[in-house]
């Protein structure tokens, strides 16, 4: 009887009960695999961002603190600030958290991800001792290391000559 209904112009050649369960397994197991892949690379990638995002925020941080060192004419540190005064009056300030450093203009606040531990001023000279620099060092801790950064700014003899309000 089966063979007169596949002979039967009117019958639809079709997949089995048994052969339709078999092809939905197959393609669960594949989806998990690639589930379980998607999931690893994910998180990889993830890592990857956080560490980029610290170097980011540390390249950002040190370019800023360049730009306003020979930018601006004066550098005032209080507590937990460094603040910046131009020549035109504009002001620059960098805030530090304990876990963040904020840097904000008249129209622009930055934030910056980098724990600071000390900052420190300084007056040194050059070995021929002719030149005088200012000197800023921030120790700072990235991925649980300890770092220095230092920066220099030339002290010309007109500063120098000025006289130091009180």
Avoid at 71 to 100: C, P, Q, S, V, W
Avoid at 116 to 123: A, R
Wanted: proline content about 1%; aromatic content about 10%; cysteine-free.
């Amino acid at each position: 009887m089966s063979k007169e209904i596949r002979n039967n112009k009117n019958s639809v050649a079709a997949f089995s009960i048994i052969e339709t369960l078999v092809g939905m397994a197959i393609t669960a197991i594949i989806m998990g695999i690639l589930f379980l892949i998607f999931s690893i690379v994910t998180e990889r990638m993830l890592d990857f961002k956080n560490q980029n995002q610290l170097v980011n925020d540390l390249n950002r941080l040190t370019y800023s603190l360049n730009k306003d060192i020979f930018e601006k004419e004066k550098m005032i540190k209080t507590d937990n600030e460094l603040a910046f005064r131009g020549y035109a009056g504009e002001k620059t300030i960098y805030h530090f958290e304990e876990d963040f450093t904020t840097r904000s203009q008249e129209t622009f606040i930055d934030t910056f991800k980098i724990k600071l531990k000390q900052i420190v001023i300084d007056t040194v000279k050059n070995k021929s001792e002719r030149l005088l620099f200012q000197k800023l060092k921030l120790n700072v801790e990235i991925n649980e290391n300890e770092s220095s950064l230092s920066f220099y700014k030339r002290v010309y003899a007109n500063q120098l000559l000025q006289k130091i309000p009180k």
